[in-house]
């Protein structure tokens, strides 16, 4: 099976903008995210998907600096994007990981695509429906037959610019799994490890200037280890705790129990 893995990002971001290059311990923020995923031993080919807006420019040269894979297309169709990328590099399977998960933990993603590789049943497999891991370790693989589908089939503008919508919103058509933190705990509302923010920018510099210098490819338990002796870094951004994008789309979402019942948790 041909794994590709798609970390999408773009400069324009409208409450951080330029937050995936900022510099974490003098590398820029998205560079670091990548060596925690090509610790993943099940990636396959990790691809940088960026637009072809000017304001990305950077984030190509980044890329090139660094030796890596960057692909640049439509700056707001993120469906196509990902359809595009998978396409070029002949996938069977495409992952979908954000650019603003820098502290993403490798042994995650594996476990998510661990489930997709042994399962003949499922188009579409994450760790979302329901989420229970530290926001921030989004993992999402699917099938390219089942990207293309979508790529075709969906019109609503949050299912083009999410990229997944579609799939996971239509279960009749599509068989969807999930991977849930095996402790049986939900962390993905009291943890936001995401960058949206100052405040999450300043909370990612305190987890990295305490973990990397000793281990560069730290786990998600080290991080749960320092902010139980350091609760004043998770104090940083807690305010944004439980921010999602879906809020704005509420009605427009067919599974809306779902989402209302997370955002009920906050």
Known sequence: MKIVTVIQARMSSTRLPGKVILPILGKPMLVQMLERVHAAKLAGNIVVATSTNPDDDEIEKVCLENNYDCF??????????????????????VVKIPSDCPLIDP?????????????????????????????????????????????????????????????????????????????????????????????????????????YPSNPIFTMNDILNLLNEKPEIAAINKKYLGKYWYEEHLNELKNIDEYKNKLSKK
């Open 107 to 211: 042994v995650i993603i594996d476990k998510v695509l661990q489930q997709y590789i042994n399962s003949n049943e499922f188009d579409y497999v994450s760790n979302l429906h329901p989420a229970t891991y530290p926001d921030g370790n989004d993992v999402e693989i699917f099938s390219f037959e089942a990207i293309e589908c979508a790529w075709k089939d969906a019109t609503k503008d949050f299912e083009r610019e999410h990229t997944t919508p579609f799939i996971w919103e239509n279960k009749d058509h599509f068989s969807i799994g999930n991977v849930t933190w095996e402790t049986g705990l939900d962390y993905s509302t009291t943890q936001r490890w995401t960058i949206d923010f100052p405040e999450d920018y300043e909370f990612v510099r305190k987890v990295y200037a305490e973990l």
């Open 72 to 93: 640049r297309g439509h700056l707001t169709d993120l469906l196509d994007r990902h359809y595009q990328v998978g396409k070029k590099y002949g996938a069977d399977a």
